[in-house]
């Protein structure tokens, strides 16, 4: 009876526990960077709920050819922690803004030990349920060329190569026609108008 009479007043007062939803994280897939330069890396979420106060993110880092990640960023309660023991302890700073669902930090003074996996979880309470999203970091020496530049460059260099050929066929066509006409006139003399 007791329970009837606790589960009607819940039903009658609108005294539901809310629910939480999922929260999805997104991040880019892989960046590329030079050695000796600065770099974002961007995290954003989508919730259904209005940003919260007590919005948090986390990066995280895992080293190539590591097993374990370590912290190096959180933000919680309207305020940007550092790690100040790590890797990254003077060359990372928040550049996100919470209120847009933005948790983007940056990367200062890349080197090539900064090659690795770093991941971003964010959570927006009450929505906390989703998974954390994560992106590849490369530095190099010289960015190296990818495959689109190289297949656009060929596509290019074809439909020049084409256009080539349609300008040189019509040029062709008006320098001939152009020599029939001469020698037309050359051997009558002069050019009869048909009469209306």
Same mark, same amino acid.
């Given at each position: 009876?007791?329970?009837?009479?606790?589960?009607?007043?819940?039903?009658?007062?609108?005294?539901?526990?809310?629910?939480?939803?999922?929260? =999805?994280?997104?991040?880019?897939?892989?960046?590329?960077?030079?050695?000796?330069?600065?770099?974002?890396?961007?995290?954003?979420?989508? %919730?259904?709920?209005?940003? %919260?106060?007590?919005?948090?993110?986390?990066?995280?880092?895992?080293?190539?050819?590591?097993?374990?990640?370590?912290?190096?960023?959180?933000?919680?309660?309207?305020?940007?922690? =550092?790690?100040?023991?790590?890797?990254?302890?003077?060359?990372?700073?928040?550049?996100?803004?919470?209120?847009?669902?933005?948790?983007?930090?940056?990367?200062?003074?890349?080197?090539?030990?900064?090659?690795?996996?770093?991941?971003?979880?964010?959570?927006?309470?009450?929505? *906390?349920?989703?998974?954390?999203? %994560?992106?590849?970091?490369? =530095?190099?020496?010289?960015?190296?060329?990818?495959?689109? &530049? *190289?297949?656009?460059?060929?596509?290019?260099? &074809?439909?020049?190569?084409?256009?080539?050929? &349609?300008?040189?066929?019509?040029?062709?066509?008006?320098?001939?026609?152009?020599?029939?006409?001469?020698?037309? =006139?050359?051997?009558?003399?002069?050019?009869?108008?048909? %009469?209306?």
């Amino acid at each position: 009876m007791l329970t009837i009479l606790a589960l009607a007043s819940v039903i009658l007062l609108g005294i539901v526990p809310q629910q939480s939803e999922a929260i =999805v994280i997104y991040t880019g897939w892989e960046r590329h960077a030079l050695v000796g330069s600065d770099i974002r890396l961007s995290c954003s979420f989508f %919730s259904w709920r209005w940003t %919260s106060d007590d919005v948090t993110f986390s990066w995280s880092y895992r080293p190539d050819g590591a097993r374990d990640a370590i912290s190096v960023f959180h933000y919680t309660g309207g305020a940007p922690y =550092v790690d100040n023991k790590g890797p990254f302890r003077d060359r990372l700073e928040f550049v996100g803004n919470p209120g847009r669902r933005d948790g983007s930090i940056l990367l200062k003074n890349l080197d090539y030990g900064d090659n690795g996996t770093f991941t971003c979880d964010a959570k927006n309470p009450p929505d *906390i349920v989703g998974r954390a999203s %994560s992106v590849r970091l490369l =530095v190099f020496e010289k960015v190296p060329i990818q495959a689109g &530049v *190289i297949t656009g460059s060929i596509i290019g260099a &074809v439909l020049g190569l084409l256009l080539l050929i &349609v300008v040189i066929y019509y040029l062709m066509r008006f320098l001939v026609a152009r020599r029939v006409f001469n020698l037309s =006139v050359s051997k009558h003399g002069c050019i009869e108008l048909p %009469s209306y």
